[in-house]
Structures are given as C-alpha cells and as structure tokens.
C-alpha cells in the first residue's frame, strides 16, 4: 500500500528527486527506488529530517517502534499520513511530539492502479490545509474523500475490504458463466466487464444503483428471476453481514494496539 501511495502521488505531480523511500529490506527500497525514480535508503531517520509529508505504511505491530525512532527528527510543520489500519491519529499523537499534525487514510488495493478510494481523516492538530495536501497527494491514487474519525472503521470496511468483496463476486460471476457452458476465459471477460461498466455507468450518471438496476428488469423476464434467486439466497444480507464483521474486526484490533 506504501508503494500505491508513492505512485500516486507521482501521478498527481510530486516531484520524484522530492521523494525519500525507506524500509527495512535494502533489497526492496532499491527495487522501489529504481522503479519509481525517487532516492531510497535504510536509515528512516534521515528520511524523514526536513520532509514535509511523511507516509508510515508498516504493519500496525511496528507503528509505535517506529514513532519512537523518529519522532525527534520530524520538522514541526510535517504531516504525518498514516495508512495503518485500526490505528487512531491519537495514537499517532501520543508517540510524537506534541502538536504533530496528523492525518489518517484508508486506501485500499486498486490505488495501485489510479482507481483507489481513500477515506481520510484530520487528527486534533492537522489543519484543512494538511487534509488538502493530502488529498491532493491521494488525487493520483483514485478518489478520496475526508470523514469524520469515527467513520474511519465504517468506511475501511467497505471501501478498504471492498475490493476483495468484487473480486468474489467476479470469480462466483465466471464460475457461474462456466456452469451455463461458457469457457472459463470468457465468463472472466464478460464478468470483468459487466462490473466495470456498471460501476462506470452509475458513476457517471450519478443514477441510485436500485434505479440502474430496475432499467435492466424487465416484469417477467429473465432478469428478474436471476434476482429473486439472489434475493432467496441472502445475497444483500449477506454483503451488510461483511461489512459490518470487517467494521467489528477493525475496532478490535485498535483496541487489542492501542490498549
């Protein structure tokens, strides 16, 4: 996820020779590094000494180790972006010094792409002009949108863990066309581009998804018997039930981090 953020705010315009990139595997920061055209090193240190935005994608495990090492460094004016899950910005805050801007972001995987959706969320000291950087740092990642905190595990439960959630439903989709006969390259095909262009199509007519679908269910026709049968089976209960345990799922690990 660190490295879809590098990359999209390369789309959006930073400046490559302006970008630091560390880890701990020497071997992957040069990979990164050669890859994007930005300057890699091993010492997180000197790569957050005089940055202005500072990106922590490391698991949430080694978040507070990795405060406590550089928090002395860090110019008063960075904005610390975290993009660990579960984590609060208060928790960020209470391992930095104080009146660290913080900014909290949820992407998720297709920001590797340019077709992201991030939620972000302002600590207690970011101000609407680091939320701004940010967003405009995330523009070239997909969309962004800012929510209030306590949405944040709402929002990552849907758009973070959304993703695998299509992908489900693409591989049922082609295993479904596989069973009425299709190649299974087909199927894959027909269903990729079925999801693509209907999600396509209610964002840019800005159409209710229940009014798109009613456009494609004819009374009596085939459509709506395939409905039914989703209907029968739970389908849009079942999908409320994912979000809602990946919600849950999320505030327990914040709470088993943070306690």
């Known amino acids: 996820m660190g490295e879809a953020v590098l990359a999209g705010s390369l789309r959006a315009g930073v400046v490559p020779a302006h970008v630091v990139a560390t880890g701990r595997r020497a071997g992957r920061v040069a990979e990164v590094a050669e890859r994007h055209g930005v300057r890699g090193i091993l010492d997180n240190v000197e790569a957050v000494r005089d940055a202005d935005v500072v990106v922590v994608a490391v698991k949430p495990k080694d978040v507070a180790g990795l405060l ?12 610390v972006v975290s993009v660990a899950a579960g984590l609060s910005a208060a928790f960020f805050e209470d391992r930095l010094p104080a009146g660290q801007p913080v900014v909290r972001v949820m992407p998720n995987t297709p920001a590797a792409i340019g077709a992201g959706m991030s939620a ?28 209030p905190e306590a949405y944040q595990a709402a929002a990552g ?36 581009q079925t999801m693509l262009g209907s999600a396509r199509l209610v964002a840019e007519t800005g ?14 026709g085939t459509t709506v018997q395939g409905l039914r049968a989703l209907d029968a089976a739970g389908v849009r209960a079942a999908f409320i039930a994912a979000v809602e345990a990946a919600r849950d799922r999320t505030n327990e690990i914040a709470a088993e981090l943070e306690a």
Do not use: C, K, N, Q
């Open 120 to 147: 972000v969320s302002a600590g207690t000291h970011a101000s609407a002009a680091d939320v701004a950087t940010v967003l405009a740092i995330l523009s070239g990642t997909g969309d962004a949108v800012e929510v």
């Open 207 to 220: 159409e209710h998804p229940a009014l798109a679908r009613e456009r494609v269910t004819s009374p009596g």
């Open 68 to 79: 406590a090492s550089v928090g002395d460094a860090l110019a008063p004016h960075a904005v």
């Open 157 to 192: 439960a849907l758009a973070g863990s959304g993703p695998a959630y299509m992908f489900y439903v693409l591989d049922a989709l082609a295993e479904a066309g596989v069973a009425v006969g299709l190649s299974r390259e087909l199927a894959t095909r027909l269903a990729v």
